[in-house]
């Protein structure tokens, strides 16, 4: 078992790039607690990429609280391949005016595998804006959860937020818990929130199977259409083709 934390102050102006990668390399069970505090300062820009590459014998819980001064950005994408139990509690507030968060995620559950996203986004200051994106594949009997805020204070006018979760269930075993909310104190403001849960497009497959393409093969490259709209969020480049050459990976498209 370990703890651990990461303490990560951004300077007026600045800019940083920061990616963590988790893994297991060894073959016991391993549990553990990791915590990240992030300051963005004025006009500050922060992207985090959090990669959660971990073996089924990994059980994690991640917490990430980031608080974005005045004209900041924040921009945290999360991809997580296959573990025990992995859960991420991300908050950002919104502390100062036209600050911008963007958060994203991905992930995969197989076997019984079980993924949870508690996810808030506070609007303290006017005129900011947030936009949430999380899509997920589950396969076998693996569960997911994603719970997605919003909390808008009464001094946070014109402020535009949305959110959208999206989940693919790959078989009849397979589920997850999406609940979407909005909290809303302030009455000159653009918000909106969504959750779709469901199975591959039984017309999309037969559109693509009359075309020559067997089944199979239809089935990855639908799903790997529905993933890669959060991987575009990437802002960097080698770790967009890493992750793009992942998911080929993980749903044996080989093309």
Known sequence: FTQTRNLVVLEDGAS???????????????????????FVGKNAQLGVVKL??????VKGVHTLEAQIERD?????????????????????????????????????GKETAHIDSHILVDHIAPNCT?????????NDESTG????????????????????????????????????????????VKCSHGAAIGQLDESAMFYLQARG????????????????????????KPLRQFLCDKLKEELKLNW
């Open 16 to 38: 940083l790039q920061i990616a963590e990668d988790f893994r297991n390399a060894s073959n016991i069970t391993v549990q553990y607690n990791h915590v990240s505090e992030m």
């Open 52 to 57: 959660q590459l971990e073996t089924k014998l």
């Open 72 to 108: 900041g950005t924040f921009n945290v994408s999360t991809v997580t391949f296959e573990a025990a139990v992995i859960r991420n509690n991300i908050t950002a507030r919104l502390l100062g005016e036209n600050a911008h968060a963007d958060l994203s995620g991905l992930y995969f």
């Open 130 to 138: 947030s936009n949430q994106l999380y899509k997920g594949v589950l």
């Open 145 to 188: 959860v994603f719970n997605g805020k919003i909390f808008v204070k009464p001094d946070a006018q014109k402020t535009n937020a949305f959110q959208s979760s999206k989940a693919l269930l790959l078989s009849s075993e397979a589920s997850i818990n999406s609940k979407p909310q909005l909290e809303i104190f302030a009455d000159d």
């Open 213 to 236: 393409i067997p089944k199979e093969l239809a089935k990855q490259l639908l799903t790997y259409a529905f993933v890669h709209e959060v991987v575009e969020h990437i802002n960097t």
